[in-house]
């Protein structure tokens, strides 16, 4: 029985010295603005990185801090701005990551329960196509914040 608990101690050891990454996906820099009285949506943004070597593909996002929360993106079509529901998701390359910002890809809570103030955070689950579900926290920042304006390594997040 020590033996392979042994076993298991040194190869655990050894991922840490040689500084590996476990297979799976993490998420980092979750946040969102504050929201006016009786605003009918808010938007989140984060950044998701595949450590494994399959591709993925981020599916779907529930909170319960919104009616429904909804994966869009922003497209330029003839000089206009559009945005438009990703019903498919988005891909998630292996060994890569993807970034959903203001003016970009970004997740749309869609009915906000109670206004959002800044300094309060929102939580949320997110799935995928082969990777187990995360539950991420947003930090809500104040109206005006901007992706340069928060802290990128927020504490309490939980991956």
Request: overall charge positive.
């Given at each position: 029985m020590l033996k392979p608990v042994f076993t298991a101690a040194l190869l655990l050891l050894s991922t840490f010295v040689h500084?590996?990454?476990?297979?799976?996906?993490?998420?980092?820099?979750?946040?969102?603005?504050?929201?006016?009285?009786q605003a009918p949506t808010a938007a989140g943004y984060l950044t998701v990185t595949n450590h494994g070597s399959q591709p993925d593909r981020l599916l779907s996002i529930s909170s319960d801090a919104a009616e429904r929360v909804?994966?869009?993106?922003?497209?330029?079509?003839?000089?206009?701005?559009?945005?438009?529901?990703?019903?498919?998701?988005?891909?998630?390359?292996?060994?890569?990551?993807?970034?959903?910002?203001?003016?970009?890809?970004?997740?749309m809570f869609i009915a906000p329960r109670r206004p959002l103030l800044a300094g309060q955070v929102v939580?949320?689950?997110?799935?995928?196509?082969?990777?187990?579900?995360?539950?991420?926290?947003?930090?809500?920042?104040?109206?005006?914040?901007?992706?340069s304006s928060h802290d990128h390594d927020m504490p309490g997040m939980k991956m």
């Amino acid at each position: 029985m020590l033996k392979p608990v042994f076993t298991a101690a040194l190869l655990l050891l050894s991922t840490f010295v040689h500084g590996a990454t476990p297979a799976g996906v993490q998420v980092s820099n979750a946040w969102m603005r504050a929201t006016p009285p009786q605003a009918p949506t808010a938007a989140g943004y984060l950044t998701v990185t595949n450590h494994g070597s399959q591709p993925d593909r981020l599916l779907s996002i529930s909170s319960d801090a919104a009616e429904r929360v909804e994966l869009h993106s922003n497209d330029m079509q003839g000089g206009v701005m559009r945005m438009r529901r990703l019903d498919d998701g988005v891909a998630l390359p292996a060994g890569g990551s993807i970034a959903l910002a203001p003016s970009g890809t970004h997740l749309m809570f869609i009915a906000p329960r109670r206004p959002l103030l800044a300094g309060q955070v929102v939580t949320a689950t997110l799935r995928f196509a082969h990777a187990a579900p995360q539950v991420v926290q947003f930090k809500v920042m104040p109206l005006g914040a901007t992706p340069s304006s928060h802290d990128h390594d927020m504490p309490g997040m939980k991956m």
